[in-house]
């Protein structure tokens, strides 16, 4: 756990530079048609019907070559990972070569669609300069803008700001449309967010408001894509991807003080089979004397949230990255608490019932998320950063040296290591050997992958 002192200072940083990506589904299996088995069935009946008089009964047919076969076997996922270097956006497919989609300079961050087919980048033409959005496909060729400076600064009045430019934007899991938010940039430091929500679609630009000012705010998509959770500083509401059917308000709470120019905006995690999403809100003061959070669960479809659990214990600081300390199956979470040594935190997991708390380690953390599962975490000890894999009812390993770590399932994940100018994304596996995927000379690394 990083010293209060030293978070303070870089708390600003963290804020604007927090970013998640989607993640590739499995396709589903196809639906059976009605006539195929209605055929089924008749011929089913047919051979067991008891032949009538006179009639000799045939012997039954022989299989067909198709029959006897063996099911083809599925192929294994590909990891496709989008990421920057040098100003330019690049695709690592699998084992091979890394090649590079973009040839337009000043890409500064990136996601994928989670069927790796589409690209969607940022890109400035100078470092301090408006904000593209743009697509690409994985091949580097359908080259498209999709929200230039000039038609983000009319999406709202700019009062005496510089200008308009997209906030946070990520792919809805199954399609090739964007969630974007925008925010306003002015003078001094601050980041300064509109709480709108717009769709835009990556293959044809098509601009789509979900939200006006106020009434958006930053999302979370459920992984089935259907369901949108709307994240503003001081609630937390639900709707269909397409805007309909809003729910407001189903967790109120008091907005975190940031001791800095942003506002606090709470990480909604969401359960595997899109029923619930989970969020952890901390205490209005983290730096109060006794600071706590409340765990929450709120229903995808209809009903009213539910606080799983209020508990004392550092959350904000902890906890201020982007891995959400509410494990994905909304059972368990992850927090610190001080120790009579000065920078010396407990790491402790509890039951979101509030039962079996345990102390898994001591020492100075920062959170780096929970396995898909749930079984598994890791989290970093000191700075920069030695990772550490723990098992729940168990101890901890040594995971490689880095940070942003992203679980490709449950045995699987990704991390950054190295610094600007010089950085490798990692590969790690439980148990297992840890690989270099690609190599970057960004001053800023961005990546996103598709699996």
């Given at each position: 756990?990083?010293?209060r002192?030293?978070?303070?200072?870089?708390l600003?940083?963290?804020l604007?530079?927090?970013a998640?990506?989607?993640?590739?589904?499995?396709?589903?299996?196809?639906?059976?048609?009605?006539?195929?088995?209605?055929?089924?069935?008749?011929?089913?009946?047919?051979?067991?019907?008891?032949?009538?008089?006179?009639?000799?009964?045939?012997?039954?047919?022989?299989?067909s070559?198709?029959?006897?076969?063996?099911?083809?076997?599925t192929?294994?996922?590909?990891l496709r990972?989008?990421?920057?270097s040098?100003?330019?956006?690049?695709?690592?497919?699998?084992?091979?070569?890394?090649?590079?989609?973009?040839?337009?300079?000043?890409?500064?961050?990136?996601?994928?669609?989670?069927?790796?087919?589409?690209i969607?980048?940022?890109r400035?033409?100078?470092?301090?300069?408006?904000?593209?959005?743009?697509?690409?496909?994985?091949?580097?060729?359908?080259?498209?803008?999709?929200?230039?400076?000039?038609?983000?600064?009319?999406?709202?009045?700019?009062?005496?700001?510089?200008r308009?430019?997209?906030?946070?934007?990520?792919?809805?899991?199954?399609?090739?449309v964007?969630f974007?938010?925008?925010?306003?940039?002015?003078e001094?430091?601050?980041?300064?967010?509109?709480?709108?929500?717009?769709?835009?679609?990556?293959?044809?630009?098509?601009?789509?408001?979900?939200?006006p000012?106020?009434?958006?705010?930053?999302f979370?998509?459920?992984?089935?894509?259907?369901?949108?959770?709307?994240?503003?500083?001081?609630?937390?509401?639900?709707?269909?991807?397409?805007?309909?059917?809003?729910?407001?308000?189903?967790?109120?709470?008091?907005?975190?003080?940031?001791?800095?120019?942003?506002?606090?905006?709470?990480?909604?995690?969401?359960?595997?089979?899109?029923?619930?999403?989970?969020?952890?809100?901390?205490?209005?003061?983290?730096?109060?004397?006794?600071?706590?959070?409340?765990a929450?669960?709120?229903?995808?479809?209809?009903?009213?949230?539910?606080?799983?659990?209020?508990?004392p214990?550092?959350?904000?600081?902890?906890?201020?990255?982007?891995?959400?300390?509410?494990?994905?199956?909304?059972?368990?979470?992850?927090?610190?608490?001080?120790?009579?040594?000065?920078?010396?935190?407990?790491?402790?997991l509890?039951?979101t019932?509030?039962?079996?708390?345990?102390?898994?380690?001591?020492?100075?953390f920062?959170?780096?998320?929970?396995s898909?599962?749930?079984?598994?975490?890791?989290?970093?000890?000191?700075?920069?950063?030695?990772?550490?894999?723990?098992?729940?009812?168990?101890?901890?390993s040594?995971?490689?040296?880095?940070?942003?770590?992203?679980?490709?399932?449950a045995?699987?994940?990704?991390?950054?290591?190295?610094?600007?100018?010089?950085?490798?994304?990692?590969?790690?596996?439980?148990?297992?050997?840890?690989?270099?995927?690609?190599?970057?000379?960004?001053?800023?690394?961005?990546?996103?992958y598709?699996?």
């Amino acid at each position: 756990m990083v010293s209060r002192k030293i978070l303070l200072p870089l708390l600003s940083v963290v804020l604007t530079g927090l970013a998640c990506g989607p993640v590739g589904l499995p396709g589903a299996t196809p639906p059976v048609a009605p006539e195929a088995i209605a055929t089924l069935v008749a011929a089913t009946l047919t051979a067991l019907a008891p032949p009538t008089a006179g009639d000799t009964p045939s012997p039954p047919p022989l299989p067909s070559p198709s029959e006897t076969e063996e099911p083809a076997a599925t192929a294994p996922p590909v990891l496709r990972v989008a990421y920057t270097s040098a100003g330019e956006a690049w695709l690592l497919e699998g084992a091979g070569p890394p090649v590079q989609i973009t040839h337009t300079g000043g890409v500064q961050s990136v996601v994928i669609s989670a069927d790796g087919l589409r690209i969607a980048y940022l890109r400035r033409g100078t470092p301090e300069g408006p904000a593209e959005l743009r697509a690409v496909n994985r091949d580097g060729s359908g080259d498209l803008a999709l929200l230039t400076p000039a038609q983000a600064s009319t999406l709202h009045p700019l009062d005496g700001f510089l200008r308009i430019e997209p906030s946070n934007f990520s792919f809805i899991p199954g399609s090739h449309v964007l969630f974007v938010n925008t925010r306003a940039v002015a003078e001094g430091p601050g980041l300064l967010k509109f709480n709108d929500l717009y769709q835009l679609d990556a293959d044809t630009a098509l601009l789509t408001p979900v939200f006006p000012a106020e009434e958006g705010g930053d999302f979370s998509v459920s992984p089935d894509g259907s369901q949108l959770a709307i994240v503003r500083p001081s609630s937390i509401s639900m709707a269909n991807t397409d805007g309909s059917g809003l729910r407001p308000d189903l967790v109120v709470f008091d907005p975190v003080l940031t001791y800095s120019e942003y506002e606090y905006y709470p990480l909604v995690v969401w359960m595997a089979d899109s029923s619930s999403a989970g969020v952890v809100i901390p205490s209005r003061e983290p730096l109060g004397a006794d600071p706590t959070a409340s765990a929450w669960r709120i229903p995808a479809h209809s009903g009213s949230a539910v606080r799983l659990v209020t508990i004392p214990g550092e959350f904000f600081f902890f906890g201020m990255g982007p891995h959400s300390l509410l494990a994905p199956d909304l059972t368990r979470l992850a927090f610190a608490r001080e120790t009579t040594t000065p920078d010396i935190y407990q790491l402790i997991l509890a039951n979101t019932d509030g039962s079996g708390e345990t102390v898994f380690d001591t020492g100075r953390f920062f959170w780096q998320g929970w396995s898909p599962d749930a079984s598994r975490f890791l989290y970093g000890s000191d700075l920069p950063g030695s990772l550490q894999l723990g098992q729940v009812g168990g101890g901890a390993s040594w995971a490689g040296e880095g940070t942003d770590v992203r679980w490709l399932n449950a045995s699987e994940y990704v991390f950054l290591a190295g610094h600007s100018g010089a950085w490798e994304l990692k590969k790690g596996v439980v148990g297992g050997a840890i690989s270099t995927l690609v190599m970057s000379t960004s001053d800023f690394f961005s990546y996103d992958y598709s699996w």
